[in-house]
């Protein structure tokens, strides 16, 4: 075998930048490849990083490579000699990257899209798995697999390939960042407020304040089309405007509420604009005298026609509406400049009269002040323009239909912002240069020589209006709303100026609307709207939204009261600008890794200010249309917080979660520990909790809201198929535990054997102060059948644990913990049941053909439902014996969830008989102080003499008062060390018996090898050692048999092994007569150090 790493490689100019050469297995090719090698040398070119055209890095390229790269830049992130490292030769290849024989892929941006992506299909890079293990010798990969892999077609693979084909067969429209953003921006931002109000803002606040107002509006929007910019160049945009923004930031809480009131406001907005547009209109027919019913019909009936047409226009598609935008923008253009001409187009006698004079500096200073009346001020004046600066979302809004929205929508919203905002300040200003304040309209009102006047700068230039200063005038900044149509050089184009913005901005808004509805309906966020998530066409459009949007926008023109809902729009959108500044800001905060907005110029500070600003604005314009705003939108949180949607987005909310746990977990470590302090931490040895629920509501008993509590499994075997099914079920088994309310993790191991891998858990689980200080088993119900193995890891663990200086909790329950043969029961059951309930809709469906087939179709049917029938009763007799298997566990089922279930009136008796630090007494108290335990009381028994009974109970009694725990009675036991009855030691050394090694009945060499081949067998001399000891297990059986039969839970002391001296099985033997016959048991063995303190 050769390798094919032959200069012609380099020089190739067809070959990839990064070459991924087929390694052949027959000399043949070689040889060709040798001649074919030229004699020139490959060619390199030095890199520069101080070339002032490329400022930032300087690419070298082989020969014939340049080309290539250029083709890069211009079409994006694929070109088409880019080649996926993975190729195919034959039926047997090694894949060869750099000239080496590995798996590992170059860099390829296909690894790193979302399944479904419809820019490109996902590609799967080799596992971890496949290039760490070790390969096999001559590995054959099929060509299939290798095209299957290349072409990106995974698990998810079918639903990429759908998308990406249906992308080519009907053919995007998208549009660029003017077309799609600038143009959409300056149409929304430029409304009728421009050519009917400005002037009056003018005239009320000044040139300087007006020009103050306009900055201060401009502020806000700057702020977040900043703020707008950074989210939206921080990874891919899909559809959805600001509420995707929103809700992929600050996560579906936030982007559900503000997505929905955005979208609602969006439509009446339509409304809105089609009204202005309606009574533009009407004020026409009515100068006319050309009126079709009255004032007010006239509006619901030209706004009728005006959303039809508008609603064609955009059901027709985004290209249609596009080109409408783009000529109502020239029309709206024209309409500005043919402003700024009138302005120095020499005035006449009756422009005059209404107050146009063209530039002059008198006007501009004595315009240059304040001058409010009628009750306004400046907030008020504010109040009602900011409305004019809103509409920078108009091009997020359709970010779906962007070429490129991460360029696009930074790009074209903060031009519009510039753009219009001069324009505004440059309108208001050669208004208030040009005309007065006040004026008559009547030519005659001029100075007559020897006249007094009151020194204005009308008076000044030949006319007297001091008669307005006591009646109403109609003409000047201050009467006149149409200022500009008077001083501009042709009046009807600035109607048809307010014709375009009126209609723009409802052609915007209703786009709008159906397009944020759609993705807040495919994100499924709210139960019940995915009917209108479905799109039509090639450009996936809201066809049903845009009816919706249609109807809200026909209700609200047909009421007509524009007027009091205008305000709560308005809030509706300032909502949603703090919202977006708020999420540029909260993502900076959280200090996420994911965070790496391309766009730089924002500042998070700012940001915040931004949000805080809107949030005043809001109160500016109207108090309680803001009240309106947060409450709603207070709901909506509530509510999608409540439902929970299923969604992850990687939101900052989540980014935050981590930082704030991480911060209070650091802090944590600082405190030192203290006795007042400790809580039982528990590492409950549960495996899956869904097959211990008993042991793990037990533990969540007295660890809920008060300590850690760590379910635990450890997995053993292969470690291949040990890691995999460990990470597969990771996040389903802590799901469970979610689901079911359970406050606890989920930890698993991967180990060579059970001790080990809970030696790992005893040592590792925890973080900082928040790690375990009591281990939580079961007890090993089968030790008797189980293998000698188990039963020495078992004990093992036990050891193991106080090793660490854990304290022990081992429970035991009359039926033992493990629910595994229900839980299969349970899921055989459901799947009968699937099958059946999969079945009859299928007979259901087929019932009808099968009918209209006449005799055949009978025979046919008949056949169908004996085969049913026979299925059907093969389906029952299962569901019988399964219902037989789950009636034998149902005494199980019943044990399982005792612990759930409130208990009764009784008692919980603790049987404190060593001192252990209290954990033994502190336990029960806990689980008193719970609800479904707080009817049980504390019964103490505690051994003592005969002759100090009393003296040990006043004892026992001062110190429970000084631990401050209540308790029924105590009961002191005198006869503990006294021998059991022959029945019961009888019972114990009948237990004991197969696993005593008998060494004194056998000669010496025989019981040393005995003693070798089963070191784990308990020899005579050991038993006779612990005789007292296992005497005094069995006594106690016997006394709790007599004092406590009758109690709710029992919790005694766990008795301790000694390492080295008591075998494994004589251990288990003290276990299993001490707890025999009994209500659920908790042996505890405290670490030996204080948990309780009576000291304050």
């Known amino acids: 075998m050769s390798m094919n790493n032959t200069p012609n490689v380099f020089l190739d100019p067809n070959a990839n930048r990064f070459q991924v050469n087929i390694i052949n297995e027959d000399h043949d090719n070689n040889e060709t490849a040798q001649e074919d090698v030229g004699s020139d040398p490959p060619h390199y070119e030095e890199t520069s990083f101080t070339d002032e055209t490329h400022n930032r890095l300087r690419i070298s390229y082989r020969p014939g490579k340049r080309e290539l790269y250029d083709n890069f830049r211009q079409n994006g992130e694929k070109t088409e000699a880019s080649l996926h490292p993975y190729d195919t030769h034959s039926k047997m290849y090694y894949l060869q990257t750099f000239g080496h024989n590995t798996m590992d892929p170059v860099p390829k941006i296909d690894y790193y899209r979302n399944t479904g992506s419809v820019s490109g299909n996902k590609l799967n890079r080799p596992s971890l798995l496949e290039i760490h293990e070790q390969l096999a010798k001559n590995i054959a990969v099929s060509t299939g697999s290798v095209e299957r892999v290349a072409n990106g077609e995974s698990s998810a693979g079918d639903e990429t390939a759908a998308s990406k084909e249906e992308e080519n067969k009907t053919g995007f429209v998208k549009f660029g960042w003017v077309k799609g953003v600038l143009v959409r921006c300056m149409l929304n931002i430029w409304g009728v407020m421009l050519f009917i109000r400005l002037s009056w803002i003018v005239g009320q606040a000044g040139i300087g304040l007006g020009v103050i107002i306009i900055l201060l509006a401009t502020m806000v929007t700057s702020i977040t089309g900043l703020s707008t910019s950074a989210i939206a160049t921080n990874g891919f945009v ?201 004026a008559t309209g009547n030519v005659n009102d001029t100075i007559v020589p020897g006249m007094s006047c009151n020194g204005s700068s009308a008076c000044g230039l030949g006319y007297d209006f001091s008669r307005c200063a006591s009646q109403p005038c109609d003409y000047g900044l201050m009467n006149n709303f149409q200022v500009m149509s008077m001083v501009s050089g042709f009046g009807p184009l600035i109607t048809a100026g307010i014709f375009s913005a009126t209609l723009s901005s409802a052609l915007a808004s209703l786009v709008s609307a159906p397009k944020v509805f759609q993705a807040l309906c495919k994100d499924n966020v709210y139960k019940g709207l995915e009917f209108f998530a479905k799109g039509y066409g090639k450009n996936n459009e809201p066809i049903r939204g845009y009816v919706l949007t249609f109807a809200i926008a026909m209700a609200f023109i047909l009421i007509a009261e524009l007027n009091t809902i205008a305000p709560i729009i308005s809030n509706f959108f300032l909502a949603s600008y703090a919202l977006i500044n708020f999420s540029c800001f909260h993502a900076s905060y959280a200090k996420s890794p994911g965070w790496r907005p391309a766009f730089r110029y924002y500042n998070m500070w700012v940001s915040l200010f931004g949000a805080l600003l809107c949030c005043g604005v809001m109160f500016v314009i109207n108090w309680w249309a803001a009240l309106i705003t947060y409450a709603i939108e207070l709901f909506l949180y509530i509510y999608v917080t409540y439902k929970k949607p299923e969604v992850n987005w990687g939101s900052s909310t989540q980014a935050l979660y981590f930082v704030n746990a991480l911060d209070s977990a650091l802090a944590l470590t600082t405190v030192e520990d203290h006795v007042k302090n400790f809580r039982p931490q528990c590492l409950a040895l549960t495996g899956a909790p869904m097959v211990r629920p008993a042991l793990l509501d037990i533990t969540h008993a007295f660890t809920k809201n008060n300590g850690l509590c760590i379910c635990c499994e450890v997995y053993t075997g292969p470690r291949k198929l040990c890691v995999k099914e ?82 022990v909790i081992i429970i035991r329950i009359s039926q033992g913990f493990d629910i595994s043969q229900v839980l299969q029961v349970q899921e055989e059951l459901e799947k009968l049941e699937q099958e059946r309930l999969a079945l009859e809709a299928t007979i259901k469906e087929n019932d009808f053909e099968e009918g209209k087939r006449g005799i055949c179709g009978f025979f046919k049917k008949a056949s169908t439902l004996n085969i049913s029938k026979h299925e059907t009763k093969e389906s029952t007799i299962n569901t019988i014996q399964s219902m037989h298997v789950g009636e034998f566990n149902q005494r199980l089922l019943e044990a399982s969830t005792q612990f759930k279930k409130k208990q009764g009136k009784g008692t919980i008796d603790i049987w404190w008989l060593f001192d252990d630090g209290g954990l033994t007494i502190l336990i029960p108290y806990i689980l008193t102080i719970r609800k479904k335990w707080k009817n049980c009381k504390l019964r103490i028994f505690t051994g003592g003499k005969v002759n100090r009974i009393e003296e040990e109970k006043l004892v026992m009694a001062s110190l429970l008062s000084k631990f401050r725990i209540k308790f029924a009675d105590i009961n002191i036991i005198c006869d503990i060390n006294i021998k059991p009855n022959k029945e019961s030691w009888k019972f114990f050394e009948e237990m004991i018996e197969p696993y005593r090694l008998h060494e004194s009945c056998k000669d010496m060499p025989t019981a040393e090898k005995l003693k070798r081949e089963t070191p784990w067998k308990i020899t005579d001399a050991e038993l006779e050692a612990f005789k007292e000891k296992s005497y005094r297990q069995v006594r106690l059986n016997e006394l709790l048999q007599e004092h406590s039969r009758a109690a709710n839970l029992i919790v005694l002391s766990l008795p301790v092994a000694r390492k080295g001296a008591v075998s494994d099985y004589l251990y288990m033997a003290w276990l299993e007569i001490l707890s025999k016959n009994l209500p659920p048991v908790l042996m505890v063995r405290g670490n030996h150090k204080n948990v309780l303190t009576f000291y304050s």
């Open 726 to 807: 460990m990470n597969s079920g990771m996040e389903k088994k802590q799901a469970w535990l979610t689901k079911n309310k359970r406050k606890a993790f989920y930890a698993a191991v991967a180990a060579d054997s059970f001790r080990d891998g809970v030696k790992s858990l005893l040592q590792a689980s925890g973080l900082g102060r928040m790690k375990p200080n009591t281990l939580v088993i079961g007890f090993k119900k089968d030790w008797r059948s189980a293998p000698a193995t188990q039963v020495e890891n078992y004990v093992g663990i036990i050891h193991d644990a106080f090793d660490f200086e854990l304290g």
């Open 238 to 438: 899909r559809g959805g405007g600001a509420y995707y923004l929103i809700s992929r930031s600050l996560g579906p809480e936030f982007g559900g509420s503000i997505g929905l009131i955005f979208a609602f406001a969006n439509a009446v907005a339509v409304a809105m604009y089609v009204v202005g547009f309606a009574e533009t209109v009407v004020e026409l027919l009515k100068e006319s005298d050309t009126l079709m019913v009255d004032e007010s019909n006239d509006i619901r009936i030209i706004g009728t026609i005006t959303v039809v047409c508008l609603l064609g226009i955009s059901v027709a598609g985004m290209e249609w509406e596009a080109k409408a935008q783009v000529i109502l923008l020239i029309v709206l253009l024209v309409a500005i400049v043919n402003f700024f001409i009138g302005t120095v187009i020499p005035t006449n006698t009756e422009k005059k009269a209404r107050g146009f004079f063209n530039y002059q500096a008198s006007i501009f200073a004595e315009n240059f002040g304040p001058d409010f009346r009628s009750g306004e001020g400046f907030f008020s004046v504010f109040a009602i323009f900011f409305p004019a600066a809103t509409g920078i979302l108009a091009g997020a809004n359709i970010s779906g239909d962007l070429k490129d929205p991460q360029s696009a929508i930074p790009q074209g919203t903060m031009l519009a912002i510039l753009i219009t905002t001069i324009a505004y300040i440059a309108v208001a200003i050669c208004a208030a240069s040009c005309v007065v304040r006040d």
